[in-house]
């Protein structure tokens, strides 16, 4: 996996209630393979078509805790970006996602808390393919700071 060239350095005050950030990603199977080696979920409803199709579903299903992985992307890179640390996250897996499924994830500033420097972001996926809801949930997010630095 290669580097972001760039990842963003906003601060607390950079947001505004409302304030949305969006990106897109297309799941592989080599995305899927790498989660189950790197957590140890093999369970066959993520690594058989077989498994999965004989119980209602169209293939193999992406892992839930992978798309969550993409608001640490998120939070992490783009949205508050470098100065930024997850406190937590509260999500509902709405519907699944699939092998060469495009998710949209979005985040919308819910909350701000200057005095404490925390976010509360709402966050959706969504399927590219007929817009489902797959995901949906609230991420709090902080601030961290150089030690040492005066204010």
Known sequence: MSKPTVIAENTIDDFSIGQAFSFTVSLTTADVERFAQLSGDINPLHMDDDFARQRGFRGRVVHGLLLAGYLSKMVGVYFPGKHAVLHSVNINFLSPVYINDTINIECTVHQISVSTETLILK?????????????????????????????
């Open 123 to 151: 966050v959706v996926m969504k399927s590219m393919d007929g817009n489902t809801v797959v995901m949906r949930g609230k991420v709090q997010v902080g601030f961290t700071k150089l030690m040492g630095a005066d204010d």
